[in-house]
């Protein structure tokens, strides 16, 4: 009764307003939870502001409003949800393309997606926390638990596995280095993990934010420091607090004129998935061969299926893409197996590239034993595609009522396979700061709320761009004193001298 006499006394909320006030006293949280304190930054950054809004005098009010329904977008929709401080919050999530088809994703076992993500043991931990995990099938999930890496010039090479460098850990989620799992499924769960939680986030597909700015003071409420998102709907939302998990070219990111620095690397990923032979009697594993015109890796999926993603210049991306199906799986199976030299001529060639390999594999010399992946037989169709590969990191992650997560935040080479799960880290770091507010009565909106989730993520996130950014760069030489020195670091790092290799292996698998 205490809760509701305080919010219905407008001078001791004074930035409550009529429609936050009918708003919350429908809500059955503490009034701690809701204790409005502006802080006196804001009030005077506030007063510094004055926006002829042309919002309406009453945009709905939501707790949350999350821009983005990717998957690290999704993923904060379905981590409020569970934690049980968070559940309660009113929460809205704008999605410009249609869910429907991911909704209603319905596999056929002969094919898998082109769009895979490596999902690293935190990540997974996190989605099994918040109940995500129970709606991923596992017969289309691949784990794999060894990798093998290698200098396309100088053949050094690393190996990670965890049971070789263990001698083999019988609980299966020790010595697992990720998880292979298709986007579109990944996302699947996530909606079927967010359609089962008991307070369901208003999910709006099909819908772009068009503009953003700050509310306006009328006689019934003062919005000045609330940002206000209009819909192409038309529909209007005023956000307790704003996320941007709206990607690489974020509108949320711009609205706070937050800078975002970084460079394009002039580089396309070309992604594929194939069949390849029979490989039954390896284990599954991953393996990635630095060339100097950028990394080629070969992922492994359930069955006999395998995704490819080949980092490589837009010329080269364009050659690959225009070649008969059949000179593409020569192509790539190549691409582990020849030189340099030989790639490169390869790229040259606008068919016959089948023969041409079947001739100069039969004078090259394979490592023994074979540590190149399993040959592949061939690409599913339609499943030929690539991306812009660019490094990006904002300034900052937060900023008045909003905060910055996934790739809103930073854009990082794929080659270690760490955009999302490092998106997911942001989501897990955010859900805990603002469990931690409302525990302790703040705003969510607030810095003192938000200031912690960017104290710990910054860095960190910082941190493995600047190292991803360093190994292509690294690896970018084709000769020169580098090469050999390079390949003394891949030697000492695979006799895991100074405990480096585990050291790197622990520090990849908790992004
Ligand atoms: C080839 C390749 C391979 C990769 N492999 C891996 C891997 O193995 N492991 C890994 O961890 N990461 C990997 N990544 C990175 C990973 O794909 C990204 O980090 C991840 O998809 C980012 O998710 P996100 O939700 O932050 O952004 P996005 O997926 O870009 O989603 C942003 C969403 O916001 C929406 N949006 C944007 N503007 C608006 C607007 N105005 N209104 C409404 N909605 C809007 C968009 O429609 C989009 O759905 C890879 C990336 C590439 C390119």
């Known amino acids: 009764m205490a809760t509701l006499t305080a919010l219905n006394s407008k001078n001791e909320y004074p930035n409550v307003t009529t429609t936050m006030r009918q708003y919350l006293l429908h809500q059955p949280v503490k009034r701690s939870v809701w204790t409005f304190r502006t802080s006196?930054?804001?009030?005077?950054?506030?007063?510094?502001?004055?926006?002829?809004?042309?919002?309406?005098?009453?945009?709905?009010?939501?707790?949350?409003?999350?821009?983005?329904?990717?998957?690290?977008?999704?993923?904060?929709?379905?981590?409020?949800?569970?934690?049980?401080?968070?559940?309660?919050?009113?929460?809205?999530?704008?999605?410009?393309?249609d869910l429907a088809p991911t909704r209603n994703w319905s596999p056929k076992s002969d094919y898998f997606a082109n769009r895979i993500v490596s999902l690293i043991p935190s990540t997974v931990r996190l989605l099994k926390e918040t109940g995500v995990w129970k709606h991923i099938r596992q017969d289309r999930v691949q784990p794999y638990e060894g990798m093998q890496v290698w200098d396309g010039m100088s053949g050094a090479r690393v190996e990670f596995d965890w049971n070789k460098l263990w001698g083999g850990k019988d609980a299966q989620t020790d010595t697992i280095i990720a998880h292979m799992v298709e986007n579109v499924h990944l996302s699947h769960g996530l909606l079927k993990a967010i359609e089962s939680l008991a307070v369901k986030p208003t999910i709006m597909d099909k819908t772009k934010v068009d503009r953003i700015e700050y509310g306006q003071m009328t006689e019934q409420s003062d919005m000045r420091d609330w940002p206000v998102v209009t819909l192409s709907t038309g529909q209007q939302l005023a956000a307790r607090l704003l996320i941007g998990a709206d990607g690489g070219n974020s509108p949320v990111r711009a609205f706070a004129g937050i800078e975002s620095r970084g460079w394009d690397y002039a580089r396309h990923s070309m992604v594929a998935t194939f069949k390849i032979e029979d490989?039954?009697?390896?284990?599954?594993?991953?393996?990635?061969?630095?060339?100097?015109?950028?990394?080629?890796?070969?992922?492994?999926?359930?069955?006999?299926?395998?995704?490819?993603?080949?980092?490589?210049?837009?010329?080269?991306?364009?050659?690959?893409?225009s070649l008969a199906p059949e000179d593409f799986v020569a192509m790539v199976n190549a691409a582990f197996r020849l030189s340099y030299t030989d790639i490169d001529y390869l790229h040259n060639l606008k068919s016959g590239v089948v023969d041409e390999v079947e001739w100069r594999e039969s004078v090259t010399k394979y490592p023994d034993p074979p540590q190149i992946p399993a040959r592949i037989v061939e690409v599913l169709e339609g499943t030929r595609a690539s991306f812009p590969l660019k490094m990006r990191h904002a300034d900052k992650y937060i900023g008045e009522r909003m905060a910055l997560i996934g790739d809103a935040a930073h854009t990082i080479h794929p080659m270690a396979g760490q955009g999302l799960n490092s998106g997911i880290g942001d989501v897990y770091s955010l859900v805990k700061s603002l469990a931690e507010g409302i525990r302790h009565g703040q705003d969510i909106g607030s810095p003192f709320t938000l200031e912690p989730y960017q104290a710990e993520r910054y860095l960190p996130n910082n941190a493995l761009l600047g190292f991803v950014d360093k190994l292509h760069t690294l690896y970018g030489f084709e000769s020169g004193p580098l090469v050999p020195l390079r390949s003394l670091g891949v030697e000492i790092i695979n006799r895991d001298w100074f405990g480096l290799k585990r050291f790197l292996m622990s520090q990849a698998a908790k992004s």
């Open 40 to 97: 006196k930054i804001a009030r005077i950054a506030t007063a510094r502001r004055s926006f002829a809004s042309e919002a309406s005098s009453s945009p709905e009010v939501y707790d949350v409003v999350v821009v983005g329904g990717g998957p690290v977008g999704l993923t904060l929709a379905a981590s409020l949800g569970a934690a049980r401080t968070t559940s309660h919050l009113k929460v809205a999530l704008v999605e410009g393309m």
């Open 279 to 321: 490989d039954s009697a390896f284990p599954k594993f991953a393996y990635q061969r630095f060339l100097p015109s950028g990394p080629v890796a070969i992922l492994p999926l359930p069955g006999n299926f395998a995704n490819l993603a080949w980092s490589t210049t837009p010329e080269k991306v364009a050659h690959l893409k």
